[in-house]
Every structure is written in structure tokens, then in C-alpha cells.
């Protein structure tokens, strides 16, 4: 196949494989995500500047579950979910989801007022707005399960996790209502925080990211320094977290306090 630079194609009409490498084409049509899924018919229309690719090399749709009514399930092979950035790239969309963190996290710093409680209504915006532009159910509840890790470290987060979420509420009103002046105080509430939001892992995506800015506004509201998690191989934070699932929140709460002693020291 003749190697082709046109950049005109933004919209995904299809992939074609190459030696065993993938390739990803699309056409100019804003109108494309105005569904929650993109019209099947424009995935089978083909460019005519590629009609000398073989049919063999074209792969209509990389999308798996693709009538489902539930869009949390249209996944690629990989796991990549159904996305306004027209992308299977794991990578590129982590990319992406961080430039818009950090954008939330500027618009907080100038606009949100942290002399006030918030709870999981508060949380569900704040991941609409970093997620809005990628995901179609950006905001919305996890509506599938999820499993993550080997057989080792294997989890599955069951649909009815998601009962908790007004357990989780109330605990978010309660800590963000507090005023925290010892570090061990605030990392034990936040240790739990973290661990019973990342149990019940309310979003079909970003969870992670979420739990961390929720941490670092309530440090914030309460003159700590924002940390980030700044994650490290040997900080294990896996093990940490599958800890706080079994209700042992000490190994977070050291992980906490260790990397807001970082930030003290190093300011």
C-alpha cells in the first residue's frame, strides 16, 4: 500500500492493517458524534483515495458490542471504550484526559469555593467536565462491570457496588465539612475516602483521576498541599488500594502522609 499523508480525514471510516500494524483513517464531518454512537453507515463509507487498499486490509469498525443499547459496552478488542476523540490509542486518550484534568484543576483554584462541603453531585459534574469531550457517558454511573488485573491481583467491581454511592455521599459531606489541622487526621479520613470511592468505582472511566482531585481539593480546603499521588513503582499503590477494599486503610494513609510530607519539604 502506497503510504498516504492527507490529513483531511478526521472522522474514523476505518482501519487497515499493515505488517501487522494498524492504521487508522478518517473524513472531516463534525456532525458525526452528534449520537451517542457514530452512524454505522459512515463507518462503511470508504474514501475513495484508498480504493487501492485490498479488501482483505480493511476492518469496518473496530467496535465491539455495537448494538448494544448500552454504550459503557462498546469496547475495542483492547478494552479502549467508544470515544469522541475517534481513537483506539490507550495512550493518546490518557494523554488527553490529563491536559483536561489539569484544566479543572486551574478552573478550581480561581472558582471553586472551599469553605464549603460538596459531595458526590459536586463529583459528578467535575467528571463531566473533564471527561465530556471524550466519552459519551461522561457524568453518567458505571452501567456495566468491570475487571481489572491478572489472576494474582484480579478484581471485579459488580454493578451493585454502586449502592454505596449514598454511604459514600454522606461520608464526602462529612469530611468536606471538617477542619483538619493534624496530618494524620486528614489522611486517615481521605485514606477511607479514596478506598470506599475507588471500591465502588462509580464511573465507567477515570475513577482513578477523579479520586485524586477529590483528594487534593480537601487538602486544599485545608491548607495542605495538593499531592497529586504522585505514583512511583515502589509506592505499590495497588496493593495499597486493594488494602482499603478490605477495609485496612493504614497502608493508604501512610502513602498519603508520606507523599504530603514531600510536598512540605520540598516547597
Known sequence: MKSMTKTKYLLYAFKCEQNQKYSYWYET?????????????????YPKEVESISDESIIINP?????????QKIITKN?????YLK????????????????????????????SKSFGFNTVKKWHK?????????????????????N????????????????????????VTKRTYKDVDAITQDLSKLIS???FIHPFREGNGRISRLICDIILAKNAFPMIGLKLKKEDNYIQKVHSGYECNYEPMKELLKMKIEEEIMNE
Open 196 to 198: 470506599d470511592f475507588l
Open 151 to 174: 489472576d494474582v491481583e484480579a478484581w471485579t467491581w459488580r454493578l451493585d457496588f454502586l449502592q454505596a454511592i449514598p454511604e459514600l455521599n454522606q461520608l464526602m459531606k462529612e
Open 129 to 149: 467536565e473533564v471527561f465530556g469531550f471524550i466519552y459519551p457517558f461522561a457524568g453518567e454511573l458505571r452501567s456495566v462491570e468491570m475487571s481489572k488485573g
Open 29 to 45: 464531518d463534525f456532525r458525526f458524534f452528534q449520537e451517542k454512537k457514530p452512524p454505522l453507515n459512515i463507518l462503511k463509507k
Open 63 to 71: 467496535w465491539k458490542e455495537w448494538e448494544s443499547n448500552n454504550i
Open 87 to 114: 481513537s483506539t490509542d490507550n495512550d493518546l486518550i490518557q494523554k488527553q484526559e490529563d491536559l483536561k484534568l489539569l484544566e479543572l484543576y486551574s478552573y478550581l483554584v480561581e472558582n471553586f469555593d472551599i
Open 79 to 83: 478494552g479502549v471504550c467508544i470515544n
